[in-house]
Structures are given as C-alpha cells and as structure tokens.
C-alpha cells in the first residue's frame, strides 16, 4: 500500500483546522481556571486582619490554580510541537487528540476540589491522577504516530520521536501517579511534587 493511501485509509481531516479547534479549547480552560478563584467576603469591610485572615486562607486554592496554569500551558507547547510533526490527521489521530482534550478539559474541576480541600489525601491524589491521564493520552497519541509513521513529517527524526513516546509515558503518566500516591502519606509533599514535576517540564523545553 503507498503511503498516499495509508495516509488516506481512516479518512482525513484538515490539520490547520484541528490545530485550531485544539488551540480554542486549551484558551477556555486556561481562563475558566481563574473564575474559582474569587474575592473573599467579610463581616467588616474595613478590617485589614480579618481581609487578611480571608486571603490567606486562598493560598491552597492559588497554589493549586498556579499548578494547573503552568501544566497547562505546558501541555499546550507539547502539543503544539507534537501535531506539528504530522503532515496529515485520520479519524484515528483525530479521535485520540479529542481524548486528550477531554482530559484537558476536566481540569478546573481538580483545580478546584484540591484548592478547597488541601488536606483531603482523594482530592489532592485526584487531581494527580488526572494529569496523569493527560499524560497517558500524549503517549497514545504519539505511539500511533509511530506506529504510522505515513502521518509523520518526512523531516521527523525518528529516534527523537521515539524518545518522546517513552518521555510521555515515564515523565507525563508515571511520574504524576507516584506524586498522587504520596497525597495519602503526605497532602502538602505532594502538591510541592506536583508543582516540581510542572517546574521540570518548563525546563526541559
């Protein structure tokens, strides 16, 4: 079979519009996020203790809203460099991406459940366990482009991609479900693993 037709066989859809579909939706995620964090209310408007007192109880619900901010936008650029090594997208390819998105899209709500309850070891493993979908979703996706190599970019090096398919499992999925077991021995190391492993990631663009 030529690689016209393996790149035809599941049907095609067009990249540009993909890409911008996937684009639109990480920009709505990334300002529903800060719709949970709001102003708090006090008695006495003009208490500067107690609005204080009010404030630094947000602190677990800021930290939680920076994590996911930075993952995020993280899990943007990785995508963006991924779809940027395909020439083509199937129904296949398309389909899995949707599967990330999904994952992408439930974010706020972790955001939100380990920001109000920092001290609940389900909450704070939940929202590990979800970016550890995300990241098993970047690894599906980038095994079948490796497995169809007629989606990629002839210009793709295929021992980087390869790289990147183990990176995505070990970094993106593993390392996220040991971060959520620690929430049972320890809510607030695991919430600092969390924001290590966002922290790692920025630096090793």
């Not at 899990?75 to 296949?92: T, Y």
């Not at 998105?101 to 709500?109: K, T």
């Not at 939940?126 to 980038?142: D, K, P, Q, S, W």
Request: hydrophobic residues 55%; contains cysteine.
């Amino acid at each position: 079979m030529r690689v016209e037709d393996k790149l035809f066989k599941y049907g095609v859809f067009s990249k540009s519009r993909v890409e911008t579909f996937s684009d639109g939706i990480f920009a709505i995620i990334v300002t529903l996020l800060i719709l949970e964090l709001k102003a708090p209310h006090i008695e006495d408007v003009n208490s500067v203790p107690e609005l204080l007192h009010a404030v630094s109880l947000l602190i677990p619900k800021f930290a939680s809203w920076v994590i996911s901010f930075i993952t995020i936008c993280i899990v943007w650029v990785n995508h963006h460099r991924l779809f940027e090594m395909f020439k083509g997208i199937n129904i296949v390819l398309f389909w899995l991406n949707v599967n990330l998105l999904l994952w992408v899209c439930f974010v706020p709500f972790p955001t939100a459940l380990a920001g109000d309850y920092p001290g609940n070891p389900l909450a704070v493993a939940f929202y590990g366990l979800v970016m550890a979908l995300i990241g098993l979703a970047f690894f599906f996706t980038r095994l079948y482009g490796l497995k169809h190599k007629e989606l990629l970019k002839e210009t793709v090096p295929l021992k980087v991609y390869r790289k990147g398919v183990v990176f995505a499992l070990y970094f993106g999925f593993a390392l996220y479900l040991i971060a959520a077991a620690t929430a049972w021995v320890n809510t607030q190391l695991s919430m600092t693993l969390y924001f290590f492993i966002a922290i790692y990631f920025v630096f090793s663009f």
